[in-house]
Every structure is written in structure tokens, then in C-alpha cells.
């Protein structure tokens, strides 16, 4: 394979230990907030509030509002964990006659789905599913946090006052989607020059280029002073949905209404002298237990051929388990990245990994005018062809490949990690947490380690620095592709993860991520 990156550069993060709290997530500025929030007294679940709020504003076409996800949550008083689903449904008028097959092929976007006529379940307003964020995050909040819900969301409503900041690497995260964007009047307008154009950062880096965001500032502090369930029960609810439906979905105001998010028993196993907790149900958490299920021989004391080896039979042996049993058939290997994930920490061990997505990158690429808010394409998450496990259906559960991770090594470490990027999550998100639990790396060496990625299809993405005998094992029993991890688009996963071990926190996020960071609540 031809490349064009420099064979020479090399690229760390900094991983900084500490008594105090940590936040570790895909944007340095959502990062900061979260640790201002524990700096001033917050538990670990209020830095999560603020983060998720904060970083649906500064990378809103990763996550926001009208998204969805799952978080796990370790309580180190009670020395127990606690899973929260607060994925997408299907809205209840939705009628999968009104998705015929086009017969053109298989669609282009994250799944390997037969086209539908128009894409109307990939792009569009028929393409959006009952968003599940707020109210999730709300009952997070409700149930174990200390800071005001108005604290915790005014951070994220200064941040949308101030404007979208396109520096290059939003350039380019805009340019990658221009097209789609130009497709929706209010996305045209918002993200687009003229409605039609990439927004670019200019020809210095000092460029302080910022798009409005001024309806989702509105929007948010109405938030901010009624509640999460405003957006359900409320006037942005009621707003939202007729946004939606005047543009041609079918999502309604009774759907948000009925719309509840749900703590649940964790999925809870043993590996070795510790141990994780994960999603259960409609996610990843299942197929993550599967992997670890098969790591029974690692050889060494640090990873090498038959780790990786390992790892690959592992992997392809739990995906072949995902898509027979679940009904995912699963996305394409060259996805672009979505979703987006953050981990905490606090000074008392308290932990939360949080993994909230659109789906697609900038969702179903339709702003709601009247909330400001970008939405989802959940609809997408169903197979389009009838009779199957997963098909498309109405008020119906959709299959997220989310997996935060709550992780325990046998010498009392834990860690709190997870990723996004899709079908690549499970395969990051198990081997770094094979790293320290099979070979005691702390989370700065896991994150800087190379891995692999395994995600159900034929081929086994390897990165490139891996050694000459690593990749010789894996050609020993799977195709073999080598490649290089970089900024953008991803090869792999992009994890963040927080680590507490003997009474110290430390946290890191994907080393090619430029705008990721773990920052410290003694570093605001």
C-alpha cells in the first residue's frame, strides 16, 4: 500500500498522575470543563454532565442533544457499578413500507444494508430515531450528583454563545461531509459557506473563524433552567418533532414524551484476578465478554506474536457470535469516525466511562431550526430487509456498538475506558484493556501501545509499527492489511480511558486525536 506519511515522525501524549481528578475526552476544551467541575467539589458524574453537554458543542457532528449512548458508572463508596442505556428507539409511527429497497446495492455510509430508495434511512428527517442523551444523562444526574444541573450546563451554553471555533481539523471534518450537508437548508447554512461551500479555517492558524451557534445556545439554556425532561415533555420538544416532521419524519412529540432511559444490571464477569463490567443487552458489552473469553494463552510478559495472535482468533470468533446471534450485520471497515467518548475519574475513585453518538458523522445531516440541534440517523442502525433479527421496525430498540468499559487488574487497579469509531470500538476497548490486565501496562502505555483491528469481516487491520514476526503470525491464519494511524480518517478506534491505581488517577486519549486530551483538576 502507497503512503505519503513521513516514516520518521513520531507522535506521544503526555499521561500526568495525580491525587486529584481526571477527565479524558475527544476535545481538550469539554476535557477542561470536566475537571473544573471536580475541582470545584463535583462528583465524578456532574463532570460528565458538563462534558457531555460541552463536548455536543464543540464537535457537534460526533454527539449531542439529539443522540444517544450508554455510560457505566463505578460508586467507590458502594464498591459497585452501575450500567445506564439511553440509546435510540425507532419512532412508533414509523413505517418500514415507506423504505422500500432500491436495488442499487449496498448503501455507502456505516452499514452494509441493501440501498433504500433516496437513502431515506441514512439521510434526511425519515432517517431520525426518539433521541435518548438528555434523559439519560438526566438520570445520571438525578441519582448521584452533587452540582445544580444549571452549573453543570452553563459551561456548555457560554461555549455555544461564543460560536463553533473551525480551526483545520474542523475544516476538514466539515469538507468531508459537504455535500450531504448542502442537502439540508438549515445544515447548509449552519455549517456551509453560502450554504454550499467547506468552511475553512483560512491560510493562517490564526484564523478565529466561528460559525453561529446561537439556536442551540438558546435551546440549551432553556435546558439549563427547566430540566432534561424539558426536552421530551416541553416546549423543545414540542418544537423539535415539528421540526422533524415538517421536513418529512415521522418523529412526534408523543414519542419523546414516552421516551425513558434506563438503568440496568451490568454485565459482569471475571478474567484472571480481576474482572469488568459492560453493557448488557443491545451493544457491544456482550461481544466484548466473548473476546475475552477466548484470550486463554497471551505468552510473555509483554505483547507479541501470539498475544496478537490471540487476539485475532478471539475477536473473530466473538464477531462471528455478534452477527449470527444480535442481528448487526455491522459497518463497513472504511467508516469515518463517529460518536464520540470521555472518561472521569474523581479524588474519591468514583469513575464514569460515557460513549454518546449521532450514528453517522453529522447524523442524518438536518438541523432542527427552532432548537438549533443537529440530529441523529438511529434509523440507520436497522437492517432494511424484513425477517430478520434486526430489521427495521417501529418503536423499536436499536443495536449500538457502544462499550464503555469499568476494568479491574488483579492488583486493585481500575480504569474506566471505552472508544468510538463504530464496529472498531470492541476490538480497541478490548485490547487495551487486555494490556493492563494481562500485562500491568498503566493507561499511558496502553494507549501508546499498537494494535490491532478485527471487526468481523475478513481482513485484520494491523498497525504498521507493529514487528515483522507480529504480522507474520496474523498472516499465519487471516488476510492482512498494514496501515499507519493517523489523524484522519481513523484505521482504528479512538479510545480515551482513565486509570486509578494506589490512590493515584492518571487518564489519556488517542494519541493521533488532535484535539483529545486528559486534563487534571489541577491543571485549571
Known amino acids: 500500500m502507497i503512503s505519503n506519511l513521513s516514516d520518521s515522525q513520531t507522535i506521544t501524549k503526555t499521561v500526568i498522575e495525580t491525587e486529584g481528578g481526571v477527565v479524558a475526552a475527544q476535545h481538550s476544551r469539554a476535557a477542561r470543563i470536566g475537571a473544573q467541575v471536580l475541582a470545584a467539589g463535583g462528583d465524578a458524574v456532574d463532570a460528565a454532565v458538563a462534558v457531555s453537554f460541552a463536548i455536543g458543542v464543540v464537535e457537534p457532528w460526533m454527539s449531542g442533544p439529539a443522540g444517544g449512548g450508554a455510560m457505566m458508572l463505578w460508586r467507590a463508596n458502594e464498591e459497585r457499578a452501575y450500567a445506564l442505556n ?17 436495488g442499487e446495492g449496498i448503501a455507502g455510509d456505516l452499514f452494509p444494508w441493501e440501498r433504500v430508495v433516496e437513502d431515506r434511512n441514512v439521510q434526511g428527517a425519515s432517517a431520525i430515531a426518539v433521541p435518548g442523551l438528555v ?4 438520570q445520571a444526574h438525578a441519582r448521584f450528583g452533587k452540582v445544580p444541573w444549571r452549573d453543570l450546563l452553563q459551561p456548555a451554553v457560554d461555549l455555544a454563545r461564543e460560536g463553533l471555533h473551525v480551526d483545520w481539523y474542523a475544516a476538514l471534518i466539515i469538507a468531508s461531509t459537504t455535500r450531504e450537508l448542502a442537502k439540508d ?7 456551509l459557506e453560502d450554504g454550499r461551500w467547506p468552511t475553512i479555517a483560512g491560510w493562517t492558524s490564526l484564523s478565529d473563524k466561528r460559525l453561529d451557534m446561537g439556536a442551540m445556545a438558546a435551546s440549551l439554556a432553556e435546558l439549563a433552567d427547566k430540566g432534561a425532561r424539558e426536552f421530551y415533555d416541553g416546549d423543545i420538544g414540542a418544537a423539535l418533532a415539528a421540526d422533524v416532521q415538517a421536513k418529512g419524519g415521522c418523529l412526534t412529540h408523543d414519542d419523546l414524551r414516552a421516551y425513558h432511559a434506563r438503568f440496568v444490571d451490568p454485565l459482569s464477569f471475571a478474567h484472571g484476578a480481576g474482572g469488568f463490567h459492560v453493557m448488557p443487552g443491545l451493544t457491544a458489552g456482550p461481544t466484548f465478554r466473548d473476546v475475552f473469553a477466548g484470550l486463554k494463552d497471551l505468552g510473555g510478559k509483554t505483547p507479541g506474536a501470539q498475544a496478537y495472535a490471540t487476539y485475532a482468533a478471539a475477536l473473530k470468533t466473538a464477531y462471528a457470535r455478534r452477527l449470527s446471534g444480535m442481528g448487526d450485520d455491522g459497518e463497513t471497515p472504511d467508516a469515518p469516525g463517529c460518536t464520540t467518548h470521555f472518561s472521569v475519574v474523581d ?14 458523522i453529522f447524523g442524518s445531516r438536518v438541523v432542527s431550526p427552532r432548537t438549533g440541534f443537529l440530529m441523529n440517523n438511529g434509523v440507520m442502525w436497522f ?5 430478520r433479527p434486526n430489521s427495521l421496525a417501529p418503536d423499536k430498540t436499536c443495536l449500538m456498538n457502544v462499550c464503555p468499559v469499568i476494568g479491574e487488574a488483579g492488583d486493585g487497579t481500575r480504569f474506566a475506558f471505552g472508544a468510538s469509531g463504530g464496529r472498531k470500538i470492541v476490538s480497541a476497548v478490548a485490547q487495551l484493556s487486555s494490556f493492563v490486565t494481562d500485562f500491568g501496562m498503566d493507561v499511558g502505555a496502553a494507549f501508546h501501545q499498537p494494535r490491532i483491528d478485527m471487526s468481523g469481516g475478513p481482513v485484520v487491520v494491523a498497525d504498521d509499527s507493529l514487528p515483522d514476526d507480529v504480522i507474520a503470525a496474523l498472516r499465519a491464519d487471516h488476510k492482512v492489511t498494514t496501515t499507519r494511524r493517523t489523524v484522519f480518517p481513523y484505521a482504528f478506534a479512538c479510545p480515551a480511558g482513565v486509570m486509578r491505581r494506589d490512590g493515584r488517577n492518571a487518564g489519556c486519549t488517542e494519541i493521533m486525536s488532535p484535539w483529545g486530551d486528559a486534563i487534571s483538576e489541577d491543571q485549571t
Open 185 to 191: 437548508a438549515d445544515a447548509a447554512a449552519l455549517f
Open 383 to 387: 437492517d432494511p430487509v424484513q425477517g
Open 86 to 102: 439511553y440509546g435510540m428507539r425507532s419512532p412508533r409511527g414509523l413505517n418500514p413500507d415507506n423504505y422500500p429497497l432500491s
Open 135 to 138: 434523559d439519560g444523562v438526566g
Open 347 to 360: 479524588r474519591h475513585g468514583n469513575m464514569v466511562a460515557l460513549t454518546q453518538t449521532l450514528l453517522s
